[in-house]
């Protein structure tokens, strides 16, 4: 079965958000490293010690750590730069200390330069909520980064090199890696290839490298733009065992114009979607991503406020138990305990 988890991010003391997640029975996180490192000087966020650190404040909070979504430096890597073996070096680094704690899932992307893009954080939603969204032609106009373009060609010759010095690692210490689509999917952004960005692209990085630790987040809202038919994304890609992670959301438009939605309120058949994952038989984590920013709340976050989280977990926990009812019934007529 699915696990519903929220990423936290790791703080001195638990906030407002780590509480109400409890209390929403989330018991899976996905974790980020701490920005210090004043308790272990000379350590790097994802070397060994702070990473105990972090994976223990979560196992006293009654979380369990399932996946990291942050990522050492990695653009000279991606560009295939001097200093990208270094760099590579500390992946290397982050994998095996993710081994020797138990972290399964290693959530990262392949995003030269920039990461998510949008070109508007305000856009008025239901009931005079706040969600994002993106125009290309808006995007266009800041014209080329300072690092100048990148070709698809290239990142793909980057990205073989990578995964050929990290996938061994992977597989020795048992972490997957889950590549995030680009966002949005769309390429070329500001001169730069993006080459996560298409179901016949997903399939290439896959058979670029067939290892049992070469898979996929997938991103629902990317996905969305990528294909008309969502549900039949999932049953390709599970049914290779390849999705390791999920991104639990909804946009509405096209690659070049769209915006985010409520998770009742977007286009995709989400319950079939939820249906997919059970017939595929993904038991891994899922999350929800960028939700709305409501009523009382600073939108300072952009996607990440708080109430706009607690109604995605409530939408999708109702989501699982409609696709997994015969399930949850069956465990709770035996008194199993169900791990959700």
């Given amino acids: 079965m699915i696990k519903i988890a929220e990423v936290l991010p790791p703080q001195a003391a638990h906030t407002a958000l780590w509480s109400l997640m409890q209390q929403a029975g989330v018991q899976h996180a996905v974790g980020t490293f701490y920005a210090d490192d004043t308790l272990f000087p000379g350590e790097k966020p994802w070397h060994y010690l702070p990473l105990l650190r972090l994976k223990d404040q979560y196992r006293r909070a009654g979380f369990v750590l399932d996946v990291l979504e942050a990522r050492p430096p990695l653009n000279r890597a991606k560009r295939g730069q001097d200093g990208r073996d270094d760099e590579i070096a500390e992946v290397v680094v982050l994998l095996e200390s993710m081994g020797r704690l138990g972290i399964k899932t290693w959530c990262y992307e392949w995003m030269t330069d920039m990461n998510w893009l949008r070109t508007a954080t305000a856009i008025p939603s239901r009931g005079g909520s706040f969600v994002s969204g993106y125009e290309h032609d808006k995007m266009e106009l800041a014209g080329p980064t300072a690092e100048g373009p990148v070709s698809a060609e290239l990142l793909w010759e980057t990205l073989e090199y990578f995964l050929g010095k990290v996938l061994p690692v992977a597989e020795r210490v048992g972490v997957q890696l889950a590549m995030h689509p680009d966002d949005p999917p769309l390429s070329p ?152």
């Fill in 189 to 340: 952004i500001r001169g730069i290839a993006r080459i996560m960005s298409s179901l016949e692209n997903y399939q290439r990085l896959l058979d670029l490298h067939p290892s049992p630790m070469n898979g996929i987040t997938l991103c629902q809202g990317n996905f969305g733009l990528m294909t008309e038919d969502l549900p039949a994304a999932i049953r390709h890609f599970g049914r290779q065992g390849k999705v390791f992670f999920v991104h639990f959301r909804d946009v509405q438009g096209t690659k070049t114009s769209f915006r985010e939605t409520w998770h009742d309120a977007g286009p995709t058949d989400l319950y079939e979607c939820m249906r997919a994952y059970r017939e595929v038989g993904f038991d891994g984590v899922l999350r929800p991503d960028h939700v709305p920013t409501l009523d009382s709340e600073p939108n300072d976050r952009p996607g990440y406020a708080v109430l706009g989280r607690l109604f995605a977990v409530g939408y999708i926990r109702g989501l699982q138990e409609g696709a997994y009812h015969d399930e949850l019934v069956a465990a709770a007529a035996s008194g199993a305990s169900v791990d959700r």
